[in-house]
């Protein structure tokens, strides 16, 4: 069974930092494109970065760079979000996704991000 | 990078048919028929139900449809049912490895 588990989230300042994590399961880690997608409360859903299977492309949504990167290690089955300079618009419930078929194909539960003073 | 263009709300009676619409422009939707479309639940994760503009994943009902026409992208349920009440997003890639969500459509089964 395929599972993607996020940890990390939190409160923070604006300013400050936050690591995010996914966990994956059941599936071969290393043959897939990962996403992460976050969510505002009470809003739509935006995309935000991918990588590639061997971490060696990675893009980003406008807003984000050079202040967020995404990694993986595809050894521990586990891919990353490092964020700095958070902005109070930066709040919302991040989702790990998969990539198959050109969609996201399965999600995580979520972890809920907080910026604020 | 701006969002597709969905309509806010959309409601239907259980056995009847809707369509939600997602607008885009010629560099995303018009460009690539790699649209996909996603249901969600109140507090939880988003589903997929529609990839590559008209495919199903295993195990989504083909109650659901997707199409595509210029840079419009479309998904019409068909008999509705009161558990399709929920959110529902369109995904188009836009090119350069990146992707453009909808604002999401609210889904009411009077």
């Known amino acids: 069974e395929v599972q993607l588990v996020e940890s990390g989230g939190g409160s923070v300042q604006p300013g400050g930092s936050l690591k995010l994590s996914c966990a994956a399961s059941?599936?071969?880690?290393?043959?897939?494109?990962m996403n992460w997608v976050r969510q505002a409360p009470g809003k739509g859903l935006e995309w935000v970065t991918n990588i590639k299977e061997d971490g060696s492309e990675k893009y980003y949504i406008d807003s984000v760079k050079g202040r967020v990167t995404i990694s993986r290690d595809n050894a521990k089955n586990s891919f990353f979000l490092q964020m700095n300079s958070l902005r109070t618009e930066d709040t919302a419930i991040y989702y790990c996704?998969?990539?198959?078929?050109?969609?996201?194909?399965?999600w995580g539960q979520g972890t809920l991000v907080t910026v604020s003073s | 990078q701006s969002a597709l263009t969905q309509s806010a709300s959309v409601s239907g009676s259980p056995g009847q048919s809707i369509t939600i619409s997602c607008t885009g422009t010629s560099s995303d939707i018009g460009r690539y028929d790699l649209v996909s479309w996603y249901q969600q639940h109140p507090d939880k994760a988003p589903k997929l139900i529609i990839y590559?503009?008209?495919k199903w994943p295993s195990g989504v009902s083909n109650r659901f449809s997707g199409s595509k026409s210029g840079n419009t992208a479309s998904l019409t349920i068909f008999g509705l049912q009161a558990e399709d009440e929920g959110d529902y997003y369109c995904l188009s890639y836009a090119g350069s490895n990146t992707w453009v969500f909808g604002g999401g459509t609210k889904l009411t089964v009077l």
């Open positions: 590559e503009v008209s």
């Open positions: 996704a998969r990539g198959w078929s050109n969609s996201l194909d399965y």
């Open positions: 059941g599936f071969k880690f290393s043959d897939y494109w």
